[in-house]
Every structure is written in C-alpha cells, then in structure tokens.
C-alpha cells in the first residue's frame, strides 16, 4: 500500500455544540474539554461573540485560563470567528476609520490567545481589508473573509476580493471557505423537523422542488436575484400560513443552503487558511447535503495542509440529536474520503 | 430556525412588584448588542400590551422600549438572562397560567444585506406559562 500523504488539520468548532451552552448545559470550558476527550481537535475554533464574556476585552485571568486548557488539553487554537459589527448603531454605520478599531481589538485578542487565523465576514469591504493588513500582520494573524452560502467564489463581491488579495500578495489576507455554499439539496433533518411540526406535506413538496429550480439556476451573482429568491420561499410560506416567520424560511433557504459547484473552490484554495467543514447532520455514516467526496477532493488535488473545522449547523431545527456524535461522525467520514484520495488526515498535535 | 426555541422556557415568566416578567435567552448564536432589538410586542392572555407598559431590564439596568435600539455599548451576553418587565398595576400570582404571545425583531448587525439594511431575526411565539414562586 501507498504510504499516506500528510493532509489537513482535523478540528472543530465550538459553534457545533451551540445549543448546549445556549441551553447553559455547558460552559466554554466543559465543551472544551469534552472536544479534547472525544479526540475532536486537535484544532479548535470559537467565535469570540459566542463564547467569551465582554470579548474582545475578557480580561487577565481569562486570557491565562485559556491558554492553561489549551496547554492541557493538547489542542491547537485554529481560528477565532470575529464580527464586523458595521450596523452596531441606528443612527448611522460605523465609519471606516471606527471599522478598523472594532476590527483591531478582536484581531489583537485572537492573536492574545494564540489564534492564528480570525475569520472575518461580508461587511467587510476589500478597502477594510487592505487597512487592516497592517494590524493583521502585526498580530501576526492571517484574516479569513469567510465565502458562505449565497456568496460563493465566483461571486463579483468575492472575485473583487480575491483580486485585491492577490494583489497585494501578502499572504496575510486570504479567505475561509464554509461547505454551506456548495450544497446538492434541503437537509433531512430540516424535512424531518417541518413534519414533526405541522409544516403541510404539500408546503414542504413546493419548497424542496423551489430549492431544486434555484439549484438548477446556479448560485445567486448578484443581490436583486438572491432578494427574488427569498421572495419566492416566503410567498410560500406566506401562502400557507407561516406569514409571521416567511422571512425566516427565506433565510433559511437562501441563506444556507447554496447552489454552487464544489469546483469553484479551486479559484481560491491558494487563498484558504482555514475552512468551514459545515455540514447539516449525518445519515448512515454519509452527509447527505454537503457532497464530502467532491469538496475534499478539490482539497487533496490542491493538497490542502490547513486546518478544518468540523462546522455542525443542523443544531438550528435538530433538538434531538448530540452534536457531539453528529461531528464524531463528520471527522470519520472526511477522513475516510480523504484516505481514498490518499491522505492522512491529522488527528495529533 | 436559528435557536428560536430557546428564547423562552417552562421557567421564564417571573414575578416583579408591579407585574410579571419575562426572562430572556437571546434568540441568536452569538452576543449582540442590544441595539440589534429593533421591537418587541407581547399579548398577554388574549390583550396586546401597550409599549410603555412594558420595559428591558439587563446588565443590572432597565430600559424603555423606545431606548433600546439605541443602546449599542450594552451586550447582551449568550449566556445571560434579559428581562421584559410587564408592568400590569400589581404583582402577577405565581402559580397562575398566562398564554403568551411573544415576538421579537432582531437586525443583525454584521449582516448588511445592502446599503442600511440588515438581515433580520423574528421569533413569534405563542406559549403558555406558569408564574414561578
């Protein structure tokens, strides 16, 4: 047999476990630790708005207890999720220059805690992104703009961003592909729950067979097409009773589930520090909504060694599942595929 | 979707000296600020209350309705309580069953659609709870 290549950085999230420390069932520190027992790192990501009290500011005796669980555990600090706040106010958006320190502050505390890597997300325009390459390579922390689902890679605003990085070529500004974006259909799971909540049978037929319409139409290029979409989701939910919350439907629909070919993740994978391993819920071993075997196998053609968060998401609609078997699952799946392409996914230190 | 059904619990509703209270998760995946609540409307068995009938107590302070879209230096932390105080003209009687319905606007504000419009987040929930002791 072929000796293995050395392949990405197995890890997760701690947005995968929201739903328990939402419910207060855990704190920060026991996800961690349960993260460490079930071997679900090395890599660890955290969203500093989810997780850390009075973030970016959550003091001296944080900062050292973190690092302390860290050099306990074994587990590695991948990415830490920031937030550019731009409409924090009612009265106008914050300012550019207001922009940079709100970004700035997060970006120095990742870097405080020994993240590599901060996600950062749409608002964030390639102008921001370019100010903030000094503070980011100061840090010494690389910025991920994450492509979610509507975005995708081809996408103008994303290209527009790609170009500016590749530009500047400064190896400091890159991009955080979530696998939301390359999505082959509506989650189980999602069906699942409409029907343990009365969602009628006929609803639920319109709405499969609009996503495959969209589907077929191709990831949304520009807003008027996304904003058609959403339109469409909420006038069916509107049509049968649900006009309360149409607007969620259409977030729901559009927003997570996207249209994209997983082959345009090759236009960026020189970009990607850092990755989404999104996923919905896993049936049988298989996660039948983010189509694994095609996505990982634009990482092994493009050898891939970065760091991949296992990104579980059906906790929204899924009460009834342990998130913590759903990304159990998800790592043993990616790193059976990834063994076909001939990979070792690393799973230590 | 998005933790909608964790706003509320079977231990929510509370009594406060003037009323009863309502106590809060905050219906999103992370913290925000509390500028990020654009309204909130409440029926209270079968009445819609009127606004400044009710107000928004957290982080130890209270605020009127009107107030807080525009408290943007307040967070409301994922893992703590806010309150909606209803202020009825006496205390609620705790063990006593009240259907509620509750719904609140979000706008997010890391999540600019386009030019001043913001994604939003509306849970509309009716339940039926009874006063805690």
Redesign the interface.
């Given at each position: 047999m072929t000796e293995l290549k050395q392949g990405h950085l197995q890890g997760t999230t701690l947005?995968s476990y929201?739903?328990m420390?939402?419910?207060?069932k855990a704190t920060m520190e026991d996800l961690i630790r349960e993260v460490a027992r079930r071997g679900q790192g090395p890599g660890l990501e955290v969203?500093g708005?989810?997780?850390i009290?009075?973030?970016p500011n959550p003091g001296a005796e944080f900062i050292k207890s973190f690092r302390a669980i860290m050099d306990e555990t074994g587990l590695i600090p991948t990415s830490m999720a920031v937030?550019?706040?731009?409409?924090?106010?009612?009265d106008r958006?914050l300012t550019h220059d207001e922009m940079i320190d709100y970004m700035a502050a997060q970006i120095n505390m990742a870097s405080t805690l020994g993240f590599p890597v901060a996600r950062v997300?749409?608002?964030m325009t390639p102008d921001v992104m370019e100010a903030l390459l000094p503070v980011a390579e100061k840090a010494n922390v690389k910025l991920g703009l994450e492509i979610h689902s509507h975005h995708s890679p081809r996408h103008p605003e994303m290209v527009a961003h790609r170009e500016r990085y590749e530009k500047l070529n400064s190896g400091f500004l890159g991009f955080v592909p979530d696998f939301g974006t390359t999505c082959i259909g509506m989650p189980p799971s999602l069906i699942e729950k409409y029907r343990k909540t009365g969602v009628p049978e006929e609803m639920i037929t319109e709405l499969e067979a609009l996503w495959q319409v969209h589907h077929s139409e191709g990831a949304p290029h520009d807003?008027p097409t996304q904003g058609k979409r959403m339109g469409q989701v909420a006038g069916i939910a509107a049509k049968y009773g649900f006009g309360?919350?149409a607007?969620?439907y259409a977030?729901?629909h559009c927003?997570l589930f996207g249209h994209a070919d997983p082959e345009e993740w090759r236009d960026i994978m020189h970009l990607v520090w850092h990755t989404h391993g999104k996923f919905f819920g896993m049936h049988d071993g298989v996660e039948p909504t983010t189509p694994l075997p095609a996505i990982m196998k634009v990482y092994a053609d493009t050898g891939y060694t970065g760091s991949i968060s296992s990104e579980y998401e059906g906790f929204?609609?899924n009460?009834w599942s342990n998130p913590f078997d759903q990304v159990d699952a998800h790592q043993k799946y990616i790193r059976e595929i990834m063994e076909g392409y001939g990979y070792q996914v690393r799973t230590k230190a | 979707m998005a933790t909608h059904d964790t706003i509320l619990n079977s231990k929510s509703l509370e009594v406060i000296p003037d009323g009863l209270s309502l106590a809060l998760t905050i219906p999103w995946y992370r913290s925000l600020w509390v500028s990020s609540i654009s309204s909130i409307a409440v029926t209270l068995d079968g009445q819609e209350l009127a606004q400044d009938k009710m107000s928004f107590r957290i982080n130890g302070k209270r605020f009127t309705l009107d107030e807080v879209p525009n408290q943007w230096e307040e967070l409301w932390f994922m893992q703590d309580r806010a309150y909606l105080d209803m202020h009825l003209g006496a205390a609620g009687a705790v063990g006593s069953d009240h259907t509620i319905t509750f719904h609140i606007e979000l706008r997010l504000p890391y999540m600019q659609i386009k030019p001043g419009f913001y994604l939003p987040n509306i849970v509309h929930q009716t339940v039926t709870l009874k006063v805690q002791g």
């Open positions: 947005y929201t739903r420390f939402h419910e207060g969203i708005f989810q997780s009290r009075n973030w937030n550019a706040d731009i409409g924090l106010r009612r958006n997300q749409i608002s807003g309360e919350t607007i969620d977030i729901n927003g929204h609609w009460n | -």
